[in-house]
DNA sequence: TTGAAAGCGCTAACAG
DNA sequence: CTGTTAGCGCTTTCAA
């Protein structure tokens, strides 16, 4: 069922069938009713690969995320396409597993589409990618920069200008945040869990950040790398090398950070299985703030972060960039510490 | 840049290209140096929705979940992502938010793109949106429903073929499992807390399932809804009320199955909390196995989902019916009840 | 208020 | 092996 079919039950041209779906009051009433009658009786659905094509707009919006399992991502895209289908958008999306190949395959797939607006994951991309999104946006494309807000160091008093809008928030700042928390608790003897999804560069960065503040406090910092595999094992699976770190001649790491909740709830159940006191003992800090971290005994600190709202603010701001284009910003979003029973202040005496 | 643009720069017309980029065999090896020169200067990228209108074909799934940041779909969802992606389409996808009327919405729109496949969840729709999906299977559109497999009686010896193919399980059959597990753990006075989410007629079916098998063993059951809001705390909500149900004139629960995981964890931390002992006083159930749920104490529970394999399935189903179309199939996968501590037999004296 | 002509970027079918 | 012609279904621009 086509344009020209209905054209014909109605006895007009397409054209005018056109028009009155995009601009209904254009149309004579007399025409109108008979338009809308015989779009009711075929059940007419535009194609709108040869109207995007005509009118060069396109309504869709590419999104590359690292995996649509993780339930990190999961929100994020959960709150993309509620904003965006409220816009009349539609959401193309493409899963990179974390490889920078795959996502510079995958955005040549989505750009043959010529979305509306290109929504990618960190500020880390292959360099013929690179090239990509610069032509896209040079083309009028706007492209979104999620989950990483990096600001360059300021030049002559302001940073410059990313080169890509960014939604998200500075892990640096996470990580610093980490260990200030766990100095403030009393702690000079600290760990960091890093993922065992290696190319997860943000969580890695986050580390580096929290060994840089916590040995700038004069404390030690020792980091691990968590087993691949199901996170919550791996998790448990490290407890053991964080209880027995040192003991030789370097004092015991009495807290850890990870780079997510599930590797921490892991090393906190484990604990718990062990009877090794949390935090008198070992204290531990996850990011992510996952649901059950608060549920768990007892409670897990942990970084709670805008998942939905990366997602929403990413929606408005290509919205925006569409109707308006402008230069490209650095949206930063809120991210809060939650301070619970795992890393409970104990005053501990530093080593 | 067009197809043109890149003819022009190696000297050919625009057809010789497309061949090269379809069929690089069928063209000189001079000429296709030439092309693959010019191909590479420019960063070409080929228009898909003008290639998919003038070929009749089209690169797009459409994909419809209820909600993409719900673990259970989110797994799906990358496996279908994942499954798409290897065979060289694109997922478009889109949420319902449970709702009906917003999967006819959505349906529609993205029908406007003539996908290669439609992927829907569940089986129940609007009769418009019902009438959609026949009509794009009538089309040639291959049609999936997942996470429902509902098997209709058995007419003259075999069952009758569904409208569309069907990936999942059937939750009526889940249900009664749940309901036997418990039964043959001695358990006479149950409990079914359906989701909050009023929307999610399959756990609804699954208490009814649940319920009825109980009953046929001679069981009392109840069936509580649990609150909307957070599921866990839902499920914390919910504890008091199966302890204290019926105890006046009626025997107390002894055994709660629950719509998901999330609701049952909740349970278990509350039981915990209150020191109420789990199995003993009272047994929990749950549904999802999600990861933490085997790593609580006492450890829950569950009935594992084959919640990627419905991805990835869904997607192989879909290709097959694109390259050889045929009738309807129904492909149940597996399911299976773990059982853990947290319903360990007790051998409990009828009541 | 409606229509005719042209074309978006690409591919099918045929011809050379 | 390569090109010509004629669209895919829609929208733009202009004219009536």
Redesign the pocket.
């Known amino acids: 069922v ?4 209905i ?1 014909a039950e109605a ?12 601009e209904p ?4 009433p ?3 009713e008979r338009i809308r009658e015989a779009l009711q009786r075929t059940g ?5 690969a ?2 995007g ?5 396109g309504q869709l919006v590419a999104a590359l995320l690292p995996n649509l399992a993780n339930s990190i991502f999961a929100e994020t895209a959960q709150g993309l396409s509620a904003a965006l289908q409220a816009a009349g958008l539609e959401l193309l999306i493409a899963s990179t597993d974390y490889s920078l190949e795959r996502e510079e395959e995958q955005l040549r797939a989505l750009l043959g589409w010529r979305p509306a607006a290109v929504v990618v994951t960190g500020r880390r991309h292959s360099a013929a990618a690179a090239a990509l999104l610069d032509a896209a946006q040079a083309g009028g494309t706007p492209v979104v920069e999620i989950w990483d807000c990096h600001p360059e160091p300021a030049h002559l008093g302001r940073p410059p200008a990313p080169r890509f809008t960014q939604v998200g928030f500075d892990h640096d700042e996470v990580g610093r945040a980490m260990a200030e928390h766990l100095l403030a608790a009393g702690h000079r003897r600290l760990a960091y869990v890093d993922s065992g999804v290696a190319a997860d560069y943000r969580a890695h960065e986050r580390g580096l950040a929290f060994a840089a503040a916590a040995r700038a406090a004069g404390a030690r910092v020792q980091t691990l790398v968590a087993p691949p595999g199901d996170p919550i094992e791996a998790g448990r699976a490290v407890l053991p090398a964080l209880l027995t770190s040192g003991s030789r001649r370097q004092a015991r790491v009495t807290a850890a950070a990870f780079a997510n909740d599930h590797l921490a709830c892991g090393a906190l159940l484990e604990a718990h299985r062990r009877t090794v006191a949390v935090p008198e003992r070992l204290a531990l800090l996850g990011f992510g703030d996952f649901p059950l971290a608060r549920q768990l005994e007892p409670s897990l600190s942990s970084v709670a972060l805008p998942r939905v709202e990366i997602g929403t603010h990413a929606a408005q701001a290509l919205l925006a960039a569409r109707q308006a284009p402008g230069p490209a910003r650095r949206i930063m979003l809120g991210w809060s510490l939650c301070a619970r029973a795992s890393t409970a202040g104990s005053g501990l005496p530093s080593a």
Do not use: E, F, Q
């Not at 086509?2 to 079919?5: I, K, N, S």
């Not at 094509?53 to 707009?57: K, N, P, R, T």
């Open positions: 086509t344009l020209r079919d054209a006895g007009v041209t397409a054209i005018t069938v056109s028009r009155y779906l995009r009051a254009r149309v004579a007399a025409t109108a007419y659905v535009p194609n709108k040869a109207g094509l005509a009118s060069g707009s």
